[in-house]
């Protein structure tokens, strides 16, 4: 990943502020080496995630080169060991046995030859045949360039990997005379084509086309660039951490990422610098021609699907051969600003991995948390049968509000009275920015109140609204943090998406992990996610609670509704 993105406008350190601007969303390019090494004096707790993975102190971003080995599912993830704003970036490296507990070791990778004297950014970890790992990397030469790499355990019988190479005869690739040496990072696990040659990806732009570099190797050591990339698209800008692998057309289970046949579809994810949001297409995989073409239901660019339609950026999906699932790692980023993070000693978490699989349609992915959280469950609430009539709510007591996993299923009487759907209502964040939980409805808007006050001077509500179109019904839904904190100066955005949910047994489903900072939820069993990070001044710890509302006209009934207080794991390290 790129300095730039770190860097947001920050007036007290701005002293030259160099803007591009493109599609009106802007990125700005600053560093703040005063603040790099500023090491933590102390750590501020209130907003600390507890179920989250995080580390003792500072700053964290992209995961990296997760993998399932002999029984260890490691975690790397961008780390500076020397300060809680972006710089002297290492790759941090912890273990688990259950992606729940974890152990940090040493840093596996950090700067020390010139082929990654100015850097180790973002890369991804294949297991070779003979079970060898191997880590592919970005690092920044000498002249600035970015550059891949490769890295391998320097002892295979150390159980947890600690220590590793970096062979001599890096760096495997550096950018050619057609590719910008400034653009062209964060390679993919490689997979094996049936000719026997390894394919990777490296991530990056042509003018303002965003491109997945694609190149092949016998031997995982000497790399040829293919003549054209797995696929571009226009306008996109930058593709940063692209990720592309297999998905089966039925059933949940995960498949390797060389897995070919006949139904098998891909995925292609690509995070996008200028909007700092991801999106991925489910597609084919021409393999005769090595191209990618995306579903003509599957929209390619700005528009198009996203994981997760809150803060979720540089995510990694990996293949978890022991429980043969594949699941997904993404960085959530703070919304508070650089000061508050100095102050605070960290920045950065990892939003719980999710289990991703193709949903029936063949259109979209859905995610899941995967089940290993379910074992931080401590006590329970339950609420069934509850009639939520225009403007109740209900309070769910009895467990740590702030510290939660909620899973509600809601029932609708009617949709007959649901709204218009407007044509022109394409940006969901903009129609839950106009329609937040203030402004009344019919159907909806109905949810959960997360992390609210108890006179709801402060709330996150995660919401549904329903509307009418001509064939079908639209569903929005919000993850809305503009009444999360008194506090001013943060950014707190009405995130949204569309739930493309069939609604004919008047049911809608949401699942909301409540940690402190931070509220990840899950529309209809995994179709629409939304991240946001929240710092409430009131709803901290015993002065946070939950409720379900409804602010429609129409009844909602809250059908089953179960709450539980999370535990921290025994172990994080
Ligand atoms: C490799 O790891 C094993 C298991 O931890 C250890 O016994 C051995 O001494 C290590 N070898 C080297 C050369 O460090
Ligand atoms: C190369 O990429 C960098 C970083 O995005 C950009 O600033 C620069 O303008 C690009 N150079 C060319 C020749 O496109
Ligand atoms: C989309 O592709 C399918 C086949 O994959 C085809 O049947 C359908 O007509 C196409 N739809 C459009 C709108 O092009
Ligand atoms: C529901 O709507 C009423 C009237 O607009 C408003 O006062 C109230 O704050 C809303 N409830 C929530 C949870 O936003
Ligand atoms: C996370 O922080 C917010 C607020 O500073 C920015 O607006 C986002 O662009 C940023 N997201 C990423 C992925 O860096």
């Known amino acids: 990943m790129e300095i730039s993105k770190y860097l947001s406008v920050f007036a007290i350190f701005v002293t030259c502020l160099c803007a591009i601007s493109n599609n009106g969303v802007h990125a700005s390019h600053k560093v703040f080496p005063e603040l790099q090494s500023l090491s933590a004096v102390k750590v501020r707790h209130v907003h600390r995630t507890c ?5 003792p102190k500072h700053w964290i971003n992209d995961p990296n080169g997760p993998m399932y080995y002999n029984g260890i599912y490691h975690f790397f993830y961008q780390y500076n060991p020397k300060g809680a704003v972006w710089g002297n970036i290492v790759w941090a490296h912890s273990v688990s046995k259950d992606l729940i507990n974890w152990v940090a070791m040493e840093p596996a990778i950090y700067p020390s030859k010139p082929f990654d004297i100015n850097g180790c950014w973002s890369g991804s970890a294949t297991i070779l045949p003979g079970n060898k790992p191997v880590i592919l990397y970005t690092g920044i030469d000498p002249q600035q ?12 019988s150390d159980p947890y990997l600690r220590k590793w190479t970096k062979p001599d005869n890096n760096p495997l690739v550096v950018p050619d005379h057609g590719i910008n040496a400034s653009a062209f990072r964060d390679p993919t696990t490689a997979w094996l084509g049936s000719d026997g040659h390894w394919r990777i990806l490296v991530g990056g732009k042509r003018k303002r086309r965003g491109m997945a ?8 050591v000497n790399w040829v660039k293919a003549k054209h990339p797995l696929h571009s698209s226009p306008n996109t800008g930058m ?6 692998y297999p998905v089966s057309v039925t059933g949940k289970s995960g498949l390797d990422t060389s897995v070919m046949g006949q139904n098998v579809k891909h995925v292609l994810k690509v995070s996008l610098d200028v909007t700092r949001y991801e999106y991925y297409t489910v597609g084919r995989y021409v393999r005769n021609e090595d191209r990618y073409v995306p579903d003509n239901t599957s929209a390619d660019g700005w528009s198009g699907l996203r994981y997760d339609y809150g803060n979720f950026y540089a995510s990694k999906t990996f293949f978890d051969a022991a429980k043969n699932r594949r699941i997904l790692w993404g960085w959530a980023n703070e919304s508070d600003t650089r000061l508050d993070d100095v102050e605070k000693g960290w920045a950065g978490i990892q939003a719980i991995p999710r289990m991703v699989w193709l949903d029936d ?11 290993e959280l379910e074992t931080l469950r401590g006590k329970n609430v339950r609420l069934r049968n509850k009639v939520l009539k225009s403007g109740e709510n209900v309070e769910v007591k009895g467990i ?20 218009k759907f407007d044509p022109t209502w394409t940006d969901a964040q903009e129609v839950c920015s106009k329609m937040g939980t203030q402004v009344k409805g019919r159907v909806g808007p109905f949810g959960l109140l997360t992390l609210a006050s108890k006179k709801l001077e402060e709330y996150t509500p995660v919401f549904f609204r329903i509307f009418k179109a001509p064939n079908k019904h639209v569903v929005l839904m919000c993850s809305d943090a503009r009444s999360s904190s008194l506090e001013g100066g943060l950014y707190k955005p009405p995130f949204a998406g569309f739930v493309d949910v069939d609604l004919s047994d008047k049911k809608l489903s949401l699942r909301s992990l409540i940690d402190h900072s931070v509220v990840e939820s899950f529309g209809a069993g995994g179709k629409t996610c939304i991240t946001s990070r929240v710092y409430p001044t009131l709803a901290v710890y015993e002065g946070a609670h939950l409720l379900a509302f409804n602010n429609g006209t129409e009844t909602v009934t809250v059908e089953n509704l179960n709450a539980w207080s999370m535990k921290k794991p025994v172990e994080m390290n």
């Open 239 to 244: 593709w940063e951490c692209p990720d592309f």
């Open 213 to 220: 570099f694609l190149y092949r190797s016998r031997d995982f």
């Open 400 to 419: 740590t509000a702030a510290q939660a996993d909620v899973d509600v299923t809601f029932s609708l009487q009617s949709l007959d009275k649901a709204e």
């Open 361 to 371: 349609s063949g259109k979209q992915l859905l995610q899941w948390p995967i089940k």
């Open 145 to 156: 360039r970015q550059v891949q790499n490769y890295a391998v355990p320097s002892n295979l």
């Open 51 to 55: 179920y989250h993975f995080q580390p």
